[in-house]
Every structure is written in structure tokens, then in C-alpha cells.
């Protein structure tokens, strides 16, 4: 798992219109970094729409939101039609992102065990320096919490 003051790791992912996104190309910017689950999925879109109704507060503190999952581009086009999602998702189908970040963990859920994303926020400073983690994340309230920290 990374720790906060290290350099994130790089990447280039598809996101959700299948364009090519890395982290190279926001460098000068703060970007938040949300690992999730699963699209359409209870806590996953609560998770998201919070980040939706904080969306202009977020664009004020000038920083990029980007929602991390396994899922495929055509999933999250859409998960973000339908709940009309102003920031970008990308897929890590490959999960070589998700290995970087130390969010591919083992994960007990009613007596199995199983490899899945632990849900993770990540603030990424304009340098490229993780500022600031949460993991694993409560998704109540937790969109605010990381407005407050930007």
C-alpha cells in the first residue's frame, strides 16, 4: 500500500469513452483518485453521486475527480448516463492500476475470501505526491471529508 508524501505510481487507463487517460497528462493538477467495486452496485453509487452533488465545490478547489474500477468501459459509460456523472471513470481490466495503488487485496465478505478492491481515495498533489488516504473508505459523508482536505 502506498503512503502518503510518495510519488503515485504512473498510468494510463482507458476511461469511459474509451479514450487513453494517465496521470502524466494532469500533471499541474490536484487529481482525487477513487477506487470502488463495482459499478451500479448500492454503497459504489452512493459513493459516486456524492461525489456528483459535490462536483462544483470540487471544480472550485480546481481539482480533477477520477472513479477507478475493474469494470469495462462500456459498464461505466453506462453507470455514468444514468446517474449523470460529471467526472471521468476509468477501467483497469487488467488490474495492473489497482496492483499499483495496493488496492487488489484479499477480501472476506460472509465467510469467503476472495481478491476484490478495497475502496480507496487517494489525493494526488500537482507534483504527483499522494497528500492524503483513506482506506478502506466509509462512503457516508466521505465525499465531503475529501473536499474538506483539498
Known amino acids: ?3 502518503e508524501g510518495q510519488k503515485a505510481p504512473m498510468f494510463e487507463l482507458d476511461d469511459d469513452q474509451g479514450q487513453k487517460v494517465s496521470l502524466a497528462d494532469l500533471k499541474g493538477k490536484t487529481v482525487v483518485l477513487y477506487f470502488y ?3 451500479m452496485t448500492p454503497g459504489c453509487t452512493q459513493e459516486a ?4 452533488d459535490n462536483w462544483g465545490a470540487v471544480k472550485k478547489k480546481g481539482a480533477v475527480v477520477l472513479g477507478v474500477s475493474a469494470d469495462p468501459v462500456k459498464k461505466h459509460q453506462t ?3 444514468k446517474y449523470k456523472l460529471p467526472f471521468t471513470l476509468l477501467s483497469d481490466e487488467g488490474k495492473k492500476m489497482l496492483k499499483a495503488y495496493g488496492v487488489w487485496q484479499k477480501k472476506k465478505f460472509m465467510g469467503r475470501e476472495f481478491m476484490g478492491i478495497v475502496r480507496t481515495t487517494l489525493i494526488i498533489d500537482k507534483a ?12 457516508k459523508g466521505h ?7 483539498l
Do not use: Q
Not at 49 to 52: K, P, S, V
Not at 128 to 139: E, R
Not at 143 to 149: G, M, Q
Open 1 to 3: 500500500m502506498l503512503k
Open 79 to 81: 453507470f455514468k448516463d
Open 37 to 39: 467495486p463495482k459499478d
Open 128 to 139: 504527483g505526491k499522494v497528500k492524503k488516504i483513506w482506506s478502506p473508505v466509509s462512503v
Open 49 to 52: 453521486c456524492d461525489f456528483r
Open 143 to 149: 465525499a465531503v471529508d475529501v473536499l474538506e482536505n
